[in-house]
């Protein structure tokens, strides 16, 4: 049985349909890559699934449990919450918080860990993206790369099934993106279930073992990572590979 | 300045010194705290747009505002008598100055909340806590960080304010210049010397500040890792 079953998600802004009827499936252990042009949904449908925003229909089965997305009651929305977690674009650490408090949180305010062993998982995982040393830091104080480990960290620590990324490196100088790249890729080979939305093809070729390519609210294909770049079906998805290696070339 | 002039100064002082200790402080520091409660759960309301109450917050504000205190002071004092509501002044004067300043404080408080990025909110969902959970840990240490200068701003006026209410009788330290002047036929030394001391309480409320905002800053500022790495 798989981890999470989506089912036609869909959901309209402002008269705007944005996802048209999204299916996905994910495995225990899948890194899959959500690609696609800008304004395609990848962000939108990342953040119905996890009801940051509110999705009009669809399902969603995730260990066994079937819930109505259009229609889903705050108790499920805060069960499945407590089994994700999810990486921004802009990071999003508490800013009145240090680096340490940042990762301690949920699991002191929202789970009741007692704060000592909070402070023991809250450690390992900074140790885990290699910023221990920085646990006293406040956000404001770190580059936007440690911000993202943090953040990471963060999502690790309530132990979760899955973590969703949102463009994790899009706001990052490119110096900094290998080494969020290199946590990412570490919590994969580690056997972390991970949805990421990005623009890295490289993560995507060498790291996911399944793509999700959407266009225009639209899921294009879904295939697993190999196929799809080196036998990719759509004539959108060749004209989308095109596109991106000729900038590589550039 | 002659050495009756000085006489009077001396004995003045003391008085106005008494007169503060005993109704200006008070009244500042139970009126702008009764005021602060106020302004947190009005701003709350009208932030987490809890339905009727919101609406009950801002016509508060709308009336507080749009009204001089002087007036509103009378109106309690002199005014309400007449429905059968009758308050000694020093009550009166906490009650009206806590109205007045919650109002004004209210929107500070709600423009603090709303400075709040988005983004904070939704990590805390991502984490797994609550809105009031996000709210207490999160969001409103935040916002109470950006509004504390506006809202030391609004407590350094009110101590200032308090002097209307000599207006309704109370016995505050502007009163006691006036009853000096009075006997005295000083006006220039007296409150000359009233100022200068209301002027003494502020700078002491300024310095306050001023230390406090340091101790704040520790997560808005970039300086203090560079210090402990320097330390280091």
Known sequence: MSMIDIRNVKKTFGGTEVLKGIDLTVEKGDVVAILGPSGSGKTTFLRCINFLEKADEGTMTFDGQTYDLGHIRHRDIAAIRKKTAFVFQNYNLFANKTALQNVMLGLQVARHVPKAEAQKIGMAMLEKVGLSDRADHYPIQLSGGQQQRVAIARALATNPEIIFFDEPTSALDPELIGEVLAVMKQLASDGMTMLVVTHEMNFARNVSNKILFMDNGYVLEHASSKEFFENPKEERTKEFLRNISSQHDA | ?232
């Open chain 2, 1 to 232: 300045m002659n050495e009756r002039i000085i006489k009077i100064l001396i004995e003045g002082f003391g008085k106005i010194m008494l007169a503060s200790i005993k109704v200006t402080i008070p009244l500042t520091v139970i009126g702008f705290a009764c005021a602060f409660v106020i302004a947190l759960v009005m701003a709350m309301v009208q932030y987490t747009k809890v339905p009727v109450l919101r609406q009950i917050a801002r016509f508060y504000i709308w009336i507080f505002r749009g009204t001089p205190l002087l007036v509103q002071l009378f109106l309690a004092y002199y005014g309400l008598p007449k429905l059968g509501i009758v308050l000694d002044a020093f009550p009166c004067a906490v009650i009206v100055f806590s109205l007045n300043e919650g109002a004004y404080c209210a929107e500070t408080m709600r423009s603090a909340l709303e400075a709040v990025p988005e983004g904070q909110f939704e990590a805390g969902y991502c984490v797994g806590m609550n809105y009031l959970q996000i709210m207490f840990h999160v969001v409103l240490p935040q916002a109470l960080r950006t509004a504390f200068p506006p809202l030391s701003n609004s407590l350094i006026a009110m101590l200032k304010d308090t002097s209307l209410a000599a207006e309704i009788t109370v016995a505050d330290m502007f009163m006691s210049a006036q009853k000096i002047v009075g006997r005295t036929y000083e006006p220039l030394w007296l409150y000359s010397e009233v100022a200068l001391v209301y002027l003494m309480y502020s700078t002491i409320l300024t310095v306050i500040q001023r230390i406090c905002e340091k101790k704040l800053s520790s997560y808005n500022s970039r300086e203090t890792s560079v210090k402990k790495e320097a330390k280091a």
